[in-house]
C-alpha cells in the first residue's frame, strides 16, 4: 500500500514547495509533485499545513535504567513524539549503570525494549582518571556495538561515577576513535574557571546569596567555557577525528569557532532552545528550574548565539533535556548552588525555536537543518533520518506554523511537569507527528487538551554502521 502525504508547504532538501511525499513500506519511495498523486495511493491531503522531516534529539537524558524516578524510556520518547522529534539520541551518565562499557549498554537495551515510542540510540561514555577510573579499556568492545560516538565532560558531570576527563584522557580517547569517523561530544567547561569565580564569591565579607541566579551565573563564568573551547579546538589540529562541542551558551566562544571552521577543522557546534529564549535579566530568583550548566547568559549573548546558528557557526540545535524529580530542584530554599541542573523541555523545542526564528525574519527550512538533517548527520543516520528525501524513513511532522498558544504545565508530557517554558506564548504547533509511515501522535483541535499518544509503543534502536 502506497501513501499520499501531500501539502502546498513540505520542506525538502531543496527548499519549501508544493509536493507529495509517497510513502510505502515505512520509508519514502519519491517526493513527486503536489498534483502527482498515483491513483492507487491513498490520499492525506494537508493543504497549507507544513510537512517537514521528523525531527532528531542528539541530546537528551533519559536516565534509565536505574533513575526513571527521573525520567524513563516511556515519557521521554512519548514527550518526544508531542514535538515532532522522531529520534533520540540519549546521554550516557544519568542512568545506572553509565553506559561506559558493553555491559552497561546492554543493561540499557534491556530496559528500553518494548517502551519507545521513537527510535532511539545512545552515546557511549568517556570517563576520566579521577573519581572512578578511565575507560580505555571499554571503549574499543562500545564501538563495535554500533554507537553513533562517545560524550565527555571537562568538569564535575554532577555524576560521580560518571568522572571528567583531564587533557590526557582526551587525547587517549581521541586516538582510539581516529579513523572511525565516531565523533567525540564534549560539555565543554573547565573546573578551573568554575572553582576560581566560586572561591571569590564565598570569600566575600557577606554571605552569598545563592537564591539569586546572578550569583550562579557569576559561579559559572564564560572562561569556563573559552579554555574548554580553546583545548578542545588545539586537540582538534592534533588528531583527525571529528568533536562536537554541546550546548554552547557563550557568544564569546564564536571567534575562535570560526577560526576553526575557517581552518577546515573537524569541529562542530550545537547550542539549546533555553539559550536562544530566555536570558539571565529575566530569571526571578529562587527559580531554580531555570538552571543549567554552563549557564543561560544575558540577551547580548543570545542575540549573537541566534547570528551564529544563521551564519552557520553554529550547526544545530539539540534541548539537552535534562530532568529531575521535584525536590532535586530545591523548591522550598530556591538555592542554585544546590539544585540539580538541568531543563526538561522535549515536546516543545520545536515551537520555541519556531518563535524564535519567525520573529526574526527566518524560515521553515532553517528548523528542518538545525533540528532535522544537522543533527542526523551527527548521529551518522543521514539516508535514514532527518530529511523528506527518496530512500529515508518515512518520518513525517504535520505542522501548523501560524498558531500562537501557551504553555500549560498540564499538557507536558515528560515525567514530571517542571519547566521554565510554564506559561510561555509561542507560535507554531505539531499536529501529527509519523515514524516509518505510522502516526504515532496526533492532536484532535488546537486546544493543547486532546493530544492522543498511539498506544503501541513503536521505536527501535538505531545502530550505525561505520
Same mark, same amino acid.
Not at 491531503?45 to 542528539?58: K, N, Q, S
Given at each position: 500500500?502506497?501513501?499520499?502525504?501531500?501539502?502546498?508547504?513540505?520542506?525538502?532538501?531543496?527548499?519549501?514547495?508544493?509536493?507529495?511525499?509517497? $510513502?510505502?513500506?515505512g520509508?519514502?519511495?519519491?517526493v513527486?509533485?503536489?498534483e502527482?498523486?498515483?491513483?492507487?495511493?491513498?490520499?492525506?491531503? *494537508?493543504?497549507?499545513?507544513?510537512?517537514?522531516?521528523?525531527?532528531?534529539?542528539?541530546?537528551?537524558?533519559?536516565?534509565?535504567p536505574?533513575?526513571?524516578?527521573?525520567?524513563g524510556?516511556?515519557?521521554?520518547t512519548?514527550?518526544?513524539?508531542?514535538?515532532?522529534?522522531?529520534?533520540?539520541?540519549?546521554?550516557?551518565?544519568?542512568?545506572i +549503570?553509565?553506559t561506559?562499557?558493553?555491559?552497561?549498554?546492554?543493561?540499557?537495551?534491556?530496559?528500553?525494549?518494548g517502551?519507545?515510542?521513537?527510535?532511539w540510540?545512545? =552515546?557511549?561514555g568517556?570517563?576520566?582518571?579521577t573519581?572512578?577510573?578511565?575507560?580505555?579499556a571499554?571503549?574499543?568492545?562500545?564501538?563495535?556495538?554500533?554507537? +553513533?560516538?562517545?560524550?565527555?565532560?571537562? $568538569?564535575?558531570?554532577? $555524576?560521580?561515577?560518571?568522572?571528567w576527563?583531564?587533557?590526557?584522557?582526551?587525547?587517549?580517547?581521541l586516538?582510539?576513535?581516529?579513523?572511525?569517523?565516531? +565523533?567525540?561530544?564534549?560539555?565543554?567547561?573547565l573546573?578551573?574557571?568554575v572553582e576560581r569565580a566560586?572561591?571569590?564569591i564565598?570569600?566575600?565579607?557577606n554571605?552569598?546569596?545563592w537564591?539569586? *541566579?546572578?550569583t550562579?551565573?557569576a559561579?559559572?563564568?564564560?572562561?569556563?567555557?573559552l579554555?574548554?573551547?580553546? !583545548?578542545?579546538?588545539?586537540l582538534?589540529?592534533?588528531?583527525?577525528t571529528?568533536?562536537?562541542?554541546?550546548?554552547?551558551?557563550?557568544?564569546?566562544a564564536?571567534?575562535a569557532?570560526?577560526?576553526?571552521r575557517?581552518a577546515?577543522?573537524?569541529?562542530?557546534v550545537?547550542?539549546?532552545?533555553?539559550?536562544l529564549?530566555f536570558?539571565?535579566?529575566e530569571?526571578p530568583d529562587?527559580?531554580?528550574?531555570?538552571?543549567?550548566?554552563?549557564?543561560?547568559r544575558?540577551?547580548?549573548?543570545?542575540?549573537?548565539? =541566534?547570528?551564529?546558528?544563521k551564519?552557520?557557526?553554529?550547526?544545530?540545535?539539540?534541548?539537552?533535556?535534562?530532568?529531575?524529580t521535584?525536590?532535586?530542584?530545591?523548591?522550598?530554599?530556591g538555592?542554585?548552588?544546590?539544585?540539580?541542573?538541568?531543563i526538561?523541555?522535549?515536546?516543545?523545542?520545536?515551537?520555541?525555536? =519556531?518563535?524564535?526564528?519567525?520573529?526574526?525574519?527566518g524560515?521553515?527550512?532553517l528548523?528542518?537543518? =538545525?533540528?532535522?538533517?544537522?543533527?542526523a548527520?551527527?548521529a551518522?543516520?543521514?539516508?535514514?533520518?532527518?530529511?523528506?528525501?527518496r530512500?529515508?524513513?518515512a518520518?513525517?511532522? $504535520?505542522?501548523?506554523?501560524g498558531?500562537?498558544w501557551?504553555?500549560?504545565?498540564?499538557?507536558?508530557r515528560?515525567?514530571?511537569?517542571i519547566?521554565?517554558?510554564?506559561?510561555?506564548r509561542l507560535?507554531?504547533?505539531?499536529?501529527?507527528t509519523?515514524?516509518?509511515?505510522?502516526?504515532?501522535?496526533?492532536?484532535?483541535?488546537?486546544?493543547?487538551?486532546?493530544g492522543?499518544?498511539?498506544p503501541? +509503543?513503536?521505536? !527501535?534502536?538505531?545502530?550505525?554502521?561505520?
Amino acid at each position: 500500500m502506497t501513501w499520499a502525504f501531500r501539502s502546498t508547504r513540505v520542506v525538502t532538501p531543496e527548499g519549501l514547495r508544493p509536493a507529495t511525499v509517497l $510513502v510505502k513500506a515505512g520509508r519514502i519511495v519519491e517526493v513527486a509533485a503536489w498534483e502527482d498523486v498515483p491513483a492507487t495511493a491513498h490520499l492525506r491531503d *494537508y493543504g497549507d499545513y507544513v510537512l517537514m522531516p521528523g525531527l532528531v534529539d542528539t541530546h537528551v537524558h533519559i536516565n534509565e535504567p536505574g533513575r526513571t524516578e527521573w525520567e524513563g524510556f516511556k515519557s521521554a520518547t512519548q514527550a518526544a513524539a508531542s514535538g515532532g522529534v522522531t529520534t533520540v539520541v540519549d546521554m550516557p551518565l544519568n542512568c545506572i +549503570p553509565e553506559t561506559i562499557s558493553a555491559a552497561a549498554l546492554e543493561a540499557k537495551r534491556a530496559a528500553a525494549a518494548g517502551q519507545t515510542w521513537v527510535d532511539w540510540t545512545t =552515546w557511549g561514555g568517556v570517563v576520566g582518571n579521577t573519581g572512578a577510573g578511565g575507560n580505555e579499556a571499554e571503549m574499543a568492545g562500545l564501538m563495535e556495538t554500533g554507537l +553513533p560516538g562517545f560524550k565527555c565532560f571537562l $568538569v564535575h558531570s554532577g $555524576v560521580d561515577g560518571f568522572a571528567w576527563a583531564d587533557e590526557a584522557q582526551l587525547r587517549k580517547a581521541l586516538a582510539t576513535l581516529r579513523g572511525s569517523g565516531l +565523533p567525540l561530544l564534549a560539555h565543554a567547561e573547565l573546573a578551573g574557571p568554575v572553582e576560581r569565580a566560586t572561591a571569590l564569591i564565598q570569600s566575600l565579607e557577606n554571605p552569598a546569596d545563592w537564591r539569586a *541566579y546572578s550569583t550562579y551565573l557569576a559561579s559559572r563564568p564564560d572562561e569556563a567555557e573559552l579554555e574548554a573551547i580553546e !583545548l578542545l579546538i588545539g586537540l582538534a589540529v592534533i588528531f583527525d577525528t571529528p568533536i562536537h562541542i554541546v550546548h554552547l551558551a557563550t557568544a564569546r566562544a564564536l571567534p575562535a569557532i570560526r577560526k576553526a571552521r575557517a581552518a577546515q577543522l573537524k569541529l562542530t557546534v550545537e547550542t539549546c532552545p533555553h539559550y536562544l529564549w530566555f536570558t539571565a535579566e529575566e530569571i526571578p530568583d529562587g527559580s531554580t528550574e531555570y538552571k543549567c550548566a554552563p549557564p543561560i547568559r544575558d540577551a547580548a549573548n543570545r542575540d549573537a548565539l =541566534w547570528q551564529a546558528l544563521k551564519e552557520g557557526v553554529i550547526d544545530m540545535i539539540a534541548t539537552d533535556h535534562s530532568p529531575c524529580t521535584p525536590e532535586l530542584k530545591n523548591p522550598e530554599t530556591g538555592r542554585f548552588d544546590t539544585a540539580w541542573g538541568g531543563i526538561a523541555s522535549l515536546g516543545l523545542a520545536l515551537s520555541v525555536v =519556531w518563535t524564535g526564528l519567525h520573529q526574526r525574519g527566518g524560515g521553515l527550512e532553517l528548523l528542518a537543518k =538545525w533540528m532535522a538533517s544537522e543533527p542526523a548527520r551527527l548521529a551518522g543516520l543521514t539516508g535514514q533520518k532527518g530529511a523528506l528525501a527518496r530512500g529515508y524513513d518515512a518520518d513525517i511532522v $504535520v505542522f501548523e506554523p501560524g498558531v500562537e498558544w501557551t504553555v500549560s504545565r498540564e499538557e507536558l508530557r515528560f515525567r514530571h511537569r517542571i519547566s521554565p517554558y510554564a506559561g510561555a506564548r509561542l507560535r507554531g504547533r505539531v499536529l501529527e507527528t509519523y515514524l516509518r509511515g505510522e502516526c504515532i501522535f496526533w492532536r484532535r483541535g488546537l486546544d493543547g487538551v486532546s493530544g492522543l499518544i498511539d498506544p503501541k +509503543p513503536r521505536g !527501535l534502536e538505531l545502530r550505525r554502521t561505520v
